[in-house]
């Protein structure tokens, strides 16, 4: 199927996103990336080696630029001051790389997030010339302003971040979906494979995840399970389900023709 994600003029072949934070080394995040089949993957710039520090073990060379797109993200940022400094310094390390994620949070407990901040930001950024991925409230206003600034994709939070608690209000999703035009890419809350076949049946354009790979027991095999729900959904919402019907049972084979008992 020529069923391709594009943001910011890129394509790609996979809707599943995946983090890279959290796996116990390197080659573990690898194997994860690999058995997911993401093309897209999310680094904490404030918590990842990417060069800064010679002596320690580099990203890049587990996760090669040349196999996979960057997404660098501003976790632990609180202030959109904060947040722009942070990409800045991707792009530097990163060698003027502008795909970027944009997330300033609320608070360290819910790590909820703070949209007048994340606007602020987004200003910014966009006028600097970065492409702005951008987490997000499930709020359809914010969602639409923050396209209306300029940004290549709206991330709506399903869930808490590292909640696993999986899509609390879909009304909400479908919402901004049919107000925004760009990509709509669930991020945070989901636990597991069917809280993203659930995201991809909704319509979303895509699902970003860390944790809910990273913290399984098996977080390779967990990969695996999250591409194919992802592939599944995106399937059942292409195919369009049938109609739900209360009290309206019909039989699913056709009554026609049916061959009479015969009575003795």
Known sequence: MNDT????????????????GKYKDFTETRAALDASGAEIVTVAIRRTNLGQNANEPNLLD????SKFTYLPNTAGCYTADDAVRTLRLARELLDGHSLVKLEVLGDPQSLYPNVIETIAAAKTLVADGFQVMVYT????????QLEDIGCAAIMPLASLIG?????LNPWNLQL????????????????????AAIAMELGCDGVLMNTAI????????MASA???????????????????????????????????SARS
Do not use: C, F, H, N
């Open 137 to 144: 409230s499930d709020d359809p206003i914010v969602a639409k």
């Open 226 to 260: 999250m591409k194919k729900g992802v592939e599944a959904g995106r399937e059942a919402y292409l195919a369009g389900r049938m109609p739900k019907k209360l009290y309206s049972a019909s039989p699913s084979s056709p009554t026609a023709g049916i061959i009479a």
């Open 214 to 221: 990273a913290a399984a027991k098996d977080p390779v095999l």
């Open 62 to 65: 587990a996760v090669p630029p």
């Open 176 to 195: 901004i979906m049919e107000r925004v035009q760009v990509p709509v890419i669930v991020d945070a809350g989901v636990g597991t494979a069917s809280d």
């Open 5 to 20: 994600l594009t943001i910011a003029g890129k394509r790609y072949s996979s809707r599943l996103l995946v983090g890279t």
């Open 163 to 167: 909640s696993g608690m999986g899509i």
